[in-house]
């Protein structure tokens, strides 16, 4: 999948705001990375993990979306140049039919809840993956009571598909999984690519897809 070029810095303008800018993530921001995501294990139901893994595990979960071709993106808060929140996209599937098709993830720093990062974030996102070879975003929020996760995937054009009610068990409750989709309108050669690659890293398991792509943080 062909590389897309860093994003623009993105400052909110709305009153109460935090002013960030997005950029591509690299090895060096995992710590910062790891910080959130550990809080959103622990403290949350985005995530249906219940274990944080470790820097390293998350180190090699970002090498391998970005060996697939895939965005990586931080917001970095203007005036205090700290990492307050992350979002990637990866495959929603490892069939290789699904190749056209991304899924989100979007995790922001508890102290800049409410800030408008999660909205520079996908915003973001969305228009690096509208510059590639996707054409459909899809978003699996972990708890139909996430009123504010639905609500933002709503202000960028997500629609509902569907819910899968209880299948996840977190915090001595069942939890729903909430199904969103967009499209993405890219201007990209569409046709699909050769299902075969010498890549020892492709696991035949799951089609042409990378196996260390199988894992997420859903």
């Keep these: 999948m062909p590389n897309t070029p860093p994003s623009s810095p993105c400052a909110p303008d709305i009153a109460g705001k935090a002013a960030v800018a997005i950029r591509d993530a690299t090895p060096a921001d995992i710590a910062a990375i790891s910080e959130i995501y550990t809080h959103a294990v622990l403290h949350g139901t985005a995530s249906f993990e219940e274990i944080p893994p470790g820097a390293e595990e998350l180190g090699k979960r970002q090498k391998a979306l970005l060996a697939g071709g895939y965005p990586y993106l931080i917001a970095i808060e203007a005036q205090t140049g700290i990492v307050c929140g992350y979002a990637y996209a990866g495959p929603y599937r490892v069939r290789t039919a699904y190749r056209h098709t991304v899924e989100n993830s979007i995790y922001v720093a508890p102290t800049h809840h409410g800030k408008g990062v999660g909205n520079a974030l996908l915003a973001a996102l969305i228009a690096r993956c509208e ?59 569409m046709l699909p690519g050769p299902l075969s690659t010498p890549d020892p890293d492709f696991a035949p398991t799951h089609g042409d897809i990378p196996a260390s792509l199988a894992r997420g943080e859903k």
């Design 131 to 189: 510059a590639g070879p996707w054409r459909q975003m899809v978003a699996a929020i972990g708890d139909s009571n996430n009123a504010g996760s639905i609500a933002l995937h709503r202000k960028h054009g997500f629609q509902t598909t569907g819910t899968f009610y209880k299948v996840g068990y977190k915090f001595g409750q069942w939890l729903d999984s909430v199904l969103m989709q967009r499209p993405l309108h890219s201007n990209a050669d």
